[in-house]
């Protein structure tokens, strides 16, 4: 049985590894967002730095799942901040592969983004992923679960996350834990990757 313990530094590639797996709403995106090291640089070093309540499922030596999160935006924001004219400087270069995937999926993101709650009601968010051959055993509502019990022992009033509809499970577990759609709205932002538009949701829960 995988054992739930503090995410750890070390443990940057396995996340990475699994969050680029399940970037394309759940499966593999190569294409999308070609670069495991840049999308660990972005998306998963800032959390696992200066995010709060993060957490791994692991066995046998294997990630075989985690929860990162955040409990404000501030502390990621002066973490990532710095260190994007270097990031972007070594993909102008090349040194992650080809440059205009990245960029599209980056300017994408700025020009796309998915509806929000009040950071003030719900300050703390989280990313949450389980390695597909550990999926639908109870792995992500343990992640989730103890994730949750973590932000009241900090005293935090309430945490949002980003969906889509298209993500049954994550919806499953979201209700199964709590959580109430927010609010909704139709974005082209998987269409070229998907080829129609998705519908992205934010999810609230008090705590
Ligand atoms: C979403 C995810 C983390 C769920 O983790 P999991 O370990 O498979 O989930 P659990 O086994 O704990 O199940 C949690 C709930 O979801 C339901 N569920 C799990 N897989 C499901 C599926 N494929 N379809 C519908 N419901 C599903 C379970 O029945 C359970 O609900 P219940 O308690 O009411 O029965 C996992 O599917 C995943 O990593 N997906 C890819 C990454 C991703 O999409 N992350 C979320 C981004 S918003």
Redesign the pocket.
């Given at each position: 049985m995988p054992r739930l313990r503090p995410a750890r530094e070390e443990d940057l590639p396995a996340i990475a590894k699994?969050?680029h797996d399940?970037l394309l709403?759940?499966?593999a995106g190569e294409r999308v967002f070609p670069s495991r090291e840049l999308w660990g640089e972005l998306f998963v070093a800032p959390y696992l730095r200066r995010g709060c309540c993060n957490l791994v499922a692991e066995e046998e030596g294997a990630v075989l799942?985690y929860i990162l999160g955040a409990c404000g935006d501030l502390a990621l924001a002066c973490y990532l901040l710095p260190r994007l004219p270097r990031l972007f400087f070594r993909l102008l270069l090349g040194r992650y592969g080809p440059v205009w995937p990245h960029v599209r999926y980056l300017l994408r993101l700025l020009l796309y983004p998915g509806p929000k709650a009040s950071r003030r009601r719900y300050p703390a968010h989280l990313?949450?992923?389980?390695?597909?051959e550990?999926?639908?055993?109870?792995?992500?509502?343990?992640?989730?679960a103890a994730f949750l019990n973590c932000l009241q022992s900090k005293g935090v009033k309430g945490v949002q996350?980003?969906?889509?509809r298209a993500?049954?499970?994550?919806?499953?577990?979201?209700?199964?834990?709590g959580f109430r759609l927010h609010a909704k709205k139709a974005s082209p932002f998987w269409a070229p990757y998907h080829g129609h538009p998705v519908i992205h949701e934010v999810w609230v829960k008090e705590l």
């Open positions: 699994l969050s399940t709403l759940g499966r799942g990313h949450i992923a389980v390695s597909p550990a999926q639908g055993k109870g792995l992500g509502k343990a992640l989730l996350l980003s969906t889509t993500n049954a499970a994550a919806r499953r577990l979201y209700q199964a834990l």
